[in-house]
């Protein structure tokens, strides 16, 4: 089960802002620990867009941003395109679980 | 160029076992921990199990402690997954990814996918 949670979908316009929440707690996100973010695309394996809450891996386009703030993490898409829809994960690790989490993930589709 | 490709997957009656694996290429293999990640069909990702540089260190996700074994070769560049008692639910596409300086995976192979199915 995904302790990290993210709204199902998101939608926008092609040009627009989107963005995609994800929720932690204290033993994951709210205990400082590093929140990454993912792409996939259908039929694709996920890849690595935002690494160490805000930095993009090199060929990621400057649209894709990370913030974290307390127990959430935000990524946002600007100028949003048709080659952005996809499914998006979140990923921290979590102290009580010793693990690694995602986040439920969420659909963006562009209208 | 950095590469993971896994193979072993295929269709296997719930109880039966299974073992996967992982060829790494184009980056120091030994230098790097490894993680699974399945993400059963039409569903999220699952973190599944964690090896450390040397294999001394392991962890594993509670719904495949005690039926999983993840393992390593660093001389071949492999990583594996020995999956026994398999039951309908481990049915997924799994991934292996390399866990980069942070606590992030970069890159992901193409997964493989098993099917747990009487």
């Known amino acids: 089960q995904s302790v990290l949670t993210q709204p199902p979908s998101v939608s926008g316009a092609p040009g627009q802002r989107v963005t995609i929440s994800c929720t932690g707690s204290?033993?994951?996100?709210?205990?400082?620990?590093?929140v990454h973010w993912y792409q996939q695309l259908p039929g694709a394996a996920p890849k690595l867009l935002i690494y160490?809450?805000?930095n993009r891996p090199s060929g990621v386009p400057d649209r894709f941003s990370g913030s974290k703030s307390g127990t959430s993490a935000s990524l946002a898409i600007t100028g949003l395109q048709a080659e952005d829809e996809a499914d998006y994960y979140c990923?921290?690790?979590?102290?009580?679980?010793?693990?690694?989490?995602f986040g439920t993930g969420t659909k963006v589709t562009v209208l | 160029e950095v590469q993971l490709v896994e193979s072993g997957g295929g269709l296997v009656q719930p109880g039966g076992s299974l073992r996967l694996s992982c060829a790494a290429s184009?980056?120091?293999?030994?230098?790097?921990?490894m993680n699974w990640v399945r993400q059963a069909p039409g569903k999220g990702l699952e973190w599944v199990s964690y090896?450390?540089?040397?294999?001394?260190?392991?962890y594993y996700a509670d719904s495949v402690k005690g039926r999983f074994t993840i393992s390593r070769d660093n001389a071949k560049n492999s990583l594996y997954l020995q999956m026994n008692s398999l039951r309908a639910e481990d049915t997924a596409v799994y991934y292996c990814?390399?866990?980069?300086?942070?606590?992030?995976?970069?890159?992901w192979g193409q997964g493989t996918l098993v099917t747990v199915s009487s």
């Open positions: 090896i450390s540089t040397s294999g001394s260190t392991i």
């Open positions: 160490g809450n805000t």
């Open positions: 204290s033993s994951n996100i709210g205990a400082g620990y590093d």
């Open positions: 990923q921290s690790y979590d102290s009580s679980l010793s693990g690694y989490v």
């Open positions: 184009g980056f120091p293999f030994s230098s790097y921990e």
């Open positions: 990814a390399r866990k980069d300086s942070g606590n992030w995976f970069d890159p």
